[in-house]
């Protein structure tokens, strides 16, 4: 009795919740439209790229069928489609307040009802809307016959729900990760593996079709068939073959897959809303003492030289490893640094010089230094009261890119030579890398302090304030051209002595080693009188929001 009393109560109370959630999650997207007018028209915007886009991929799909490779080619986009949405938590968790279910530990919800309300409401935005244009086009390409069309009608439900649901088990499993520093650390991470795994998978299918054409992609479907939700995909297109045992398979690990994704989901939703947060504890008093007895300076700086050169030093060090938007520059640029090689060898234009690659991406990171430090820039400016204080901070803030970049820079060009087998190139590319780094360490510094712009704090996806992406650009690029075009004749000289066979080839590094710092010094020099000079401009440019 009590039973049949309290199934349809719950059945309403979760039913009220569902609706409650969607309200507020459209809430949410038309709010947040309307904060700015520069809101709204990205809003609008990204609504109208996902229909545009995706209707594109619908009607691509729509051309394609009957085509021999159609089914490969939706499972491999289905299965590139899931990757995605694994990865997205990492990447909009500062962006999308609805992935934080923390923000929800003080309502009075059970986890069933709060589970499919966060469901259903998940299906709601731009994202689903794009992967629902694509599955559906996949389903209309692929199905056929009265047995593939009623696979489409559950598999075309069933993929969304797994990938939408595989985002949320993801980002609450990390939520509290997701929402620290060491989560946007993750974050970093994240891109970095999808850089280096699309050039690493691109690289493998190659070698393993072992051809052009449709290789690639038949090779990567051969494999995505079997797993969820690919293989509801695939299962359309058996039910249409009349293999009933293959699409059963397929739909029901599809199944299979969500159920488990629903059982975990629900087991880490209860656990944090039970949970205390390991931030509200109190530390414990020895901790405490220890952390009040720590010396202003820490073992990391002890090497470091005294006065404002290493104090300088010390705090540029900290911001590219405590700071997201920082460290994702210097993780991009070592690890970009070391792969081009390798992809130009892979493609079959392996050189040494290929090396320069580092010496290039790290030279960026000394521009914009005092966009690097945000609003705090205004204490920096405190203690800069005349042209020989702006040289002797931003001489400290190159000297500690150059402990990272140097050695880096001819490490890469090292390894390079090593696995090319070119030793006798050694010499010219190290000395052409260090002056590449040397001329982009005297632009940055110059752009730095003619050029500066903000970098937003409150958006973890934006590297520049609006309307200062012009003056960025033409910052990066526009040194990075300059410092280019500095290095001319080093790669001249190298040039002309390979040319003419000299043995004097060896000589290209120390002359490229004092160019390199020549012109870095020169570029320090020139930069610390405007640096000085326009210090209201600068903080009026680096703390704009």
């Not at 009802?113 to 692929?142: D, H, N, R, W």
Request: aromatic letters at 8%.
């Amino acid at each position: 009795m009590s039973a049949t009393a309290v199934s349809p109560a719950n059945a309403s109370s979760t039913g009220s919740v569902t609706r409650t959630f969607v309200r507020l999650k459209l809430a949410l997207l038309r709010n947040g439209a309307r904060r700015t007018t520069g809101r709204s028209a990205a809003f609008l915007g990204t609504v109208a790229l996902t229909v545009v886009f995706g209707g594109l991929g619908l009607l691509t799909f729509l051309s394609l069928r009957g085509h021999e490779h159609v089914a490969d080619g939706a499972i491999a986009v289905v299965a590139v489609i899931a990757l995605a949405w694994a990865f997205m938590p990492f990447f909009v968790s500062g962006i999308d307040e609805t992935l934080d279910p923390g923000r929800l530990a003080m309502l009075p919800l059970r986890p069933r009802p709060l589970i499919v309300a966060l469901l259903v409401a998940s299906v709601v935005g731009v994202g689903p809307l794009f992967t629902l244009l694509l599955v559906l086009g996949a389903a209309l390409a692929i199905a056929s016959g009265a047995a593939g069309w009623a696979a489409a009608a559950v598999a075309v439900p069933l993929t969304l729900l797994v990938c939408t649901t595989l985002a949320r088990a993801l980002a609450t499993a990390n939520a509290r990760l997701l929402s620290s520093r060491r989560g946007r650390d993750l974050a970093i991470l994240s891109g970095v593996v999808i850089a280096l795994g699309i050039q690493a998978v691109n690289i493998a299918i190659s070698r393993l079709s072992g051809e052009g054409g449709i290789g690639p992609i038949e090779a990567m479907a051969d494999v995505a068939r079997w797993l969820p939700p690919a293989s509801a995909i695939d299962a359309m297109r058996a039910a249409s073959e009349e293999s009933y045992g293959v699409a059963a398979l397929g739909l029901g690990g599809t199944a299979a897959a969500l159920a488990l994704l629903l059982w975990w989901w629900a087991h880490t939703l209860t656990r944090l809303m039970t949970s205390p947060d390991s931030s509200t504890l109190q530390p414990d008093s020895a901790t405490g003492a220890a952390s009040r007895t720590r010396p202003a300076r820490s073992r990391a700086g002890a090497w470091l030289p005294e006065g404002r050169t290493g104090t300088v030093m010390l705090r540029t060090l900290r911001y590219a490893w405590r700071d997201p938007k920082t460290k994702m520059g210097w993780v991009m640029a070592l690890s970009m640094g070391l792969v081009m090689p390798v992809v130009f060898a892979v493609q079959g234009s392996a050189s040494v010089y290929h090396a320069c690659w580092a010496a290039a991406l790290l030279g960026l990171m000394m521009y914009n230094q005092f966009g690097q430090d945000y609003s705090a820039f205004w204490l920096v400016a405190q203690t800069i009261s005349g042209p020989r204080d702006a040289f002797v901070e931003l001489r400290a803030r190159a000297y500690a890119v150059a402990l990272i970049a140097v050695p880096y820079t001819v490490l890469v060009v090292v390894i390079s030579a090593a696995v090319i087998g070119s030793w006798g190139a050694l010499p010219d590319a190290t000395g052409i890398a260090l002056a590449v780094l040397g001329a982009l360490f005297g632009a940055g510094a110059i752009s730095s302090a003619r050029f500066p712009y903000s970098i937003p704090q409150d958006n973890p996806m934006q590297n520049v304030a609006s309307g200062q992406g012009a003056v960025a650009y033409f910052s990066i690029f526009g040194g990075a051209a300059v410092g280019g075009a500095l290095c001319a004749p080093v790669i001249g000289l190298a040039v002309w002595l390979r040319a003419a066979d000299s043995a004097l080839v060896w000589t290209v590094l120390p002359v490229g080693v004092g160019y390199g710092v020549l012109l870095a010094y020169a570029g320090l020099r020139a930069a610390a009188g405007p640096a000085h000079a326009r210090i209201p401009e600068i903080l009026q440019a680096v703390s704009r929001a």
